[in-house]
């Protein structure tokens, strides 16, 4: 399948800093991205190359296989983008605003607008100035804009930062159709990996400009620590009795304690077998998946814990 988004060894250099670090991606069609980093991690920088908004160091930016230098006009037909807080036209309504953005696309107004403010769920908001719009509202009239024209390819940065949960779920949901049915191919930036890996079919993780890691969201459930929560009437005869059946006992912030024993998170029910039968009462089993912000965050503990060593070496 044919490579939509693709960038090679991108660098962005700003005076000696370099905030993006030889970041080579490949984006398929239809595939939602999700590029994951912490506040300055380089995603903003990495998404303006990308949208042809700054012109890298060193290294090449191609869309549709081909190489994207000064915004190819033919290529931005077919990008729809929002980089970080959408501007809207403050005075002007939402339908007027709309209006603006599908004149400029060249597209048939007002049957466009109707169409996108429907798909956004924007039409009771029709005739508010962007002004008095929620931020959220402000944020969808945002993506209504990038995605007025139908677009093949949508590049967003943060573009769930100001939505509540319910628009959240609205945005996810509208993403993942629109890569689904109609083939749009999504690159999405956040700094939440929950977020990310509920819509994402690929993550990359970005960290000081080096991206760190690529997976799938697959890859993700099988990589992600998971652990028997035990709880007990009485959790110190329970434990002697696991420690002495060869399992390691981990205690917990929590009540009760936990295992991470291979065997006892696949077969809990050889726990319970066991704890009956030496007469000890389970008041909890629970198979507890890692937290994927913990993932994310060891990921880039690793690698700072790296660095350190490299620096404290070449002392
Ligand atoms: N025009 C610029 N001049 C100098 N440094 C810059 C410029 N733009 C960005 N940077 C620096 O590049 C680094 C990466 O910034 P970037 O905005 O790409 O991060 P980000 O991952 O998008 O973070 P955030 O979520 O906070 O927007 C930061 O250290 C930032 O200060």
Do not use: C
Not at 21 to 48: C, H, M, P
Not at 241 to 255: E, P
């Amino acid at each position: 399948m044919e490579d939509i988004i693709r960038t090679v060894n991108l660098t962005k250099q700003y005076g000696n800093k370099i905030t993006v670090d030889r970041v080579s991606i490949s984006v398929k069609q239809g595939e939602i991205y999700g590029f994951l980093g912490l506040n300055g991690a380089g995603k903003t920088t990495t998404i303006r190359a990308l949208l042809g908004m700054s012109k890298p160091s060193s290294g090449e930016v191609y869309l549709f296989g081909q190489r994207w230098a000064n915004g190819n006009p033919d290529l931005s037909r077919r990008v729809g983008y929002m980089v970080e807080v959408p501007y809207a036209y403050p005075t002007f309504t939402v339908r007027e605003n709309l209006s603006l953005m599908a004149r400029l696309r060249g597209l048939l107004v007002p049957r466009a607008v109707d169409e996108i403010m429907e798909q956004l769920n924007l039409t009771q908001y029709a005739d508010s100035k962007a002004k008095d719009l929620s931020l959220g509202n402000a944020q969808k009239l945002g993506l209504a804009k990038a995605l007025i024209h139908k677009p093949d390819v949508l590049i967003l940065d943060e573009p769930t930062n100001a939505l509540d949960p319910a628009g959240i779920v609205e945005v996810r949901e509208m993403l993942r159709a629109l890569a689904s049915q109609q083939g749009v191919t999504v690159f999405i930036s956040s700094h939440i990996l929950e977020e990310i890996s509920k819509m994402a079919s690929r993550i990359g993780i970005i960290h000081k400009g080096v991206l760190l890691e690529e997976l799938t969201t697959k890859d993700f459930e099988t990589i992600r620590r998971k652990q028997l929560m035990i709880g007990t009437k009485d959790d110190r005869k329970a434990q002697a009795i696991l420690s002495d059946s060869g399992y390691a006992v981990h205690s917990t912030s929590n009540n009760g304690f936990a295992l991470l024993d291979d065997h006892a998170v696949k077969h809990p029910e050889h726990i319970a077998r066991l704890l009956a039968h030496h007469e000890v009462p389970l008041t909890m089993l629970n198979i507890e998946e890692e937290n994927l912000e913990h993932y994310f965050l060891n990921v880039i503990g690793a690698e700072e814990e790296k660095r350190i060593e490299t620096i404290v070496d070449s002392l």
